[in-house]
């Protein structure tokens, strides 16, 4: 998973059994994905927005997002959504999410996906 540009480090837990990890980090990815920035026509996983997700033994997530530029309109919302994203996603039990802009987001990050998107080659 981290070949892309974008992925997120996700730091597993080893109480958690292999499948079940496995089919948690797709799914909070899939949630990541239905989070856009409402001036950007991507989602912020494949904006690169997402540095870390990290699923500890009691399945709660940590999750480390940027935004594009920290003056971003929706800096004060764009967490909520995410929180409420991935406590969605069955069998995690709380969303802690963390902004952060070390290191600043630069468009290196973006997938080739929201290349596309965004006509940004």
């Known amino acids: 998973m981290n070949e892309a540009p974008n992925a997120p480090q996700v730091s597993p837990s080893s ?3 292999p499948e079940e990890l496995d089919r948690m980090t797709d799914d909070i990815i899939a949630a990541l994905k239905t989070v856009y920035d409402p001036e950007i026509p991507s989602d912020i996983y494949e904006l690169g927005l997402i540095y870390r997700v990290d699923i500890d033994d009691d399945r709660n997530v940590a999750i480390d997002m940027t935004l ?3 003056g971003c309109p929706v800096a004060g919302e764009m967490p909520g ?3 409420n994203a991935v406590s969605a996603v069955q069998g995690v039990q709380g969303v802690k999410v963390n902004m952060v802009f070390d290191p ?3 468009q290196s990050r973006m997938s080739d996906e929201a290349r596309v998107a965004l006509d940004m080659w």
């Open 15 to 17: 109480t958690i059994p």
């Open 68 to 70: 594009t530029a920290p």
């Open 81 to 83: 959504w995410v929180e």
């Open 104 to 106: 600043p987001w630069d």
